[in-house]
């Protein structure tokens, strides 16, 4: 199963890529986590990605593309893998079927989890973080019983500065211009699945294994 995950900031995607990776036992390739590993290790693209950052700029496609084309050429995703976080654009993705198509190995699916945005800004607007414990709250879905005190271990609940709400609303508008494209990209091509995240996390991957056949 060679499948990519898409889905607005705050749609669970996270929840569900864990769950598929437990069921169909394949690894979850984020170009955050290669990126990242490749410049502790030193890689030849790992040292020209790093030269880009400590100038603080972003990583090019074509570094990208390239430690995702090595990521997938190790022996744990012969079975399958689920990308995510990646592609974010169009061009993005043109590039990557063809890098797949050299590999002799298309995607299978594009799975989308659909949030109503007004759900989403309540989902990331709404959380709240323990302090010391770090457990996570959200006031209008899981409030903590006293309010601004964890239930777990009576820490004070905060919350961080990317779940506010003008830096939420940045995110959400990011992703509709950048990324929402994808789902018309891959649905012209066929193999697009949507499935509405909402629900319990076990009723949506349900949902999700039915659509995969599984």
């Not at 890689?43 to 090595?70: C, H, Q, R």
């Not at 990521?71 to 995510?84: F, M, N, P, S, T």
């Amino acid at each position: 199963m060679r499948l990519v995950l898409l889905g607005a900031p705050g749609a669970g995607k996270g929840t569900q890529a864990k769950k598929l990776i437990e069921k169909y036992g394949i690894p979850q390739i984020s170009t955050g986590d290669i990126l990242r590993k490749a410049v502790a290790d030193g890689t030849p693209l790992g040292k020209e990605a790093k030269i880009i950052m400590d100038k603080g700029e972003l990583v090019t496609d074509s570094i990208v593309i390239g430690l995702v084309k090595e990521r997938l050429a190790q022996d744990d995703c012969k079975k399958g893998y689920i990308l995510d976080g990646f592609p974010r654009n169009t061009s993005q993705a043109e590039t990557l079927d063809k890098v797949l198509s050299e590999m002799k190995s298309p995607l299978d699916v594009a799975l989308s989890v659909d949030v109503d945005k007004d759900d989403l800004m309540k989902r990331l607007t709404g959380r709240r973080t323990c302090k010391s414990c770090q457990q996570m709250y959200n006031i209008y879905f899981s409030q903590a019983k006293k309010d601004g005190v964890c239930d777990k271990c009576g820490g004070d609940l905060f919350q961080r500065d990317d779940d506010k709400e003008a830096t939420i609303k940045n995110r959400l508008d990011v992703y509709e211009k950048a990324t929402a494209p994808l789902i018309d990209y891959y649905g012209k091509k066929g193999i697009l699945k949507s499935v509405k995240g909402v629900g319990s996390i076990d009723e949506i991957f349900n949902k999700i294994c039915s659509m995969l056949g599984a």
